[in-house]
């Protein structure tokens, strides 16, 4: 039996994973930035998270004011868990023909089905 | 990149390869030992063969009792040659058995290998991935939840290819046993424990001290814990179990005949005084002792020390417990007998209340040895 090679093994992943990485990043190229995005029902809070959910930019129209701070709280909140599921399904088409399965779920970015009420039907036509 | 990549790899296949290491061996050379052995083999047999020729023909030309003493000796030389033969041919099996194991161990720990190698450039694809998230702030969570996925990945994979070796190892163990002679190895056989048994007993302080008559001495070798991964045992099923009869009145299912018997074996032995490395039933026993001889004589044989008996199936709680399964710690071991009650060899063997714990011993688990 053939001596394993450990430095062959290292350098084949090392470039497996630098040949994922440049076509993850033609992918997102040519889809643009990938951002979740959601916004209340009359538009007066709008949303903006990175995937993964890092608050990226959050819009509040006067009118939103006056429900009171819980409940403009709890809007916030609703819709920022919203946006990064939305921002996560994107990930997840940008990225499945290119990491596994698995690590997409590990970073929390799964395909949100049709009938969801989080998914974003304005903007695939899926 | 490549560093990262570097380090990943040689660290989570740091385990397998030190197996690997362990398990290394020249495949040439077995099958030369192998070959030798053959060519001996036949060479000793020609001589045999030659040998006794030679006294068919001597019986027939002569007679007187010079020939009838020179046929007896060429007889028993006959015999011994025989005998030379047939422990050759012993040897020969076990270097075919022993480099058969060697290969199976090597497959197994290059399957694991493979496996890490895999999961290792998944994660490393996953981490080009990420840098293409925006803004840059939001990639250093995901990475971290990838490589702590990794690890715990190749932690469970590392476990897998230390089973596999030690499995090997035992199995190398055991060829090597046969052929000297089927003689218990280890420091646990009962010739060498003889003679410190006494003066064991002697100092043995904590033996029925604190905890109520319970803890048993240490059952041999103490070291590291080794806990293998093994199925779940499953509940009783509808229709299946035999009856035992408990020294309270009690009646209890047991699994199988074999754990039934098991207990009734060991629950013959209460009373009898404990004896460190002792495996005479009625006579001395120690914990292992016990639990070895009970269920041998059920017709199922298990490790000699209590650390060992960590076979069959793993039990995963306290209330699945059935008669016949054991309670492991690292260097104790006790018999359930049901009713959430157990046999351990303490001194002398008691049925005592189902513990966890073992005066300054680490637990290790509950087992049924028939799965």
Redo the contacts between chains.
Sequence with gaps: MADFDIDLATARVAEEASRAGAEAAARIARSGPVAGKASSPDSTIEVQVAPGGLLTGLTIHRSALRHGSAVLADRIFELAQRATRRAGDKMYHALAPVVDAAQLQTLGYEPIPDDDPDADTYSYGR | ??EH??Q???HG?DTT?RF?RKLRHD?AAIGGARDAHVALQTSVGTTRDHASAQRVQLVSASSGSTTDRATATSQSLEKEVQDLLDESAEIEQAVAEAAETLHVG?IKN?QV?DQI?KE????????????????P??RG??SR??LM?LQTKISRLTGQAATFSEQTINQLTDIGTRLGGGEQSTSASSASSTKVGSSFNSSNGYSGGSDGGGGGGGGGGGGAVHKPRLPVAIPPQPGSGVAINLPGGKQVMAPNETAAKAVRNALSQLGVPYVWGGTARGVGLDCSGLTMTSYQDAGLQLPRTAAQQTVGAEVPSIDQLLPGDLVVWSGHVAMVIGDGQMVEAGDPVHVSTIRTTNAGQSFIGFYRPTG
């Design positions: 990149m490549t990549a570097d990943l790899v040689r296949l390869n690997a495949p090597e290059d290998r190698i290792i450039s998944a994660s490393m694809k996953a981490l080009e991935a990420v840098k293409t998230i925006q803004p702030e939001s969570a995901a939840d990838i996925k």
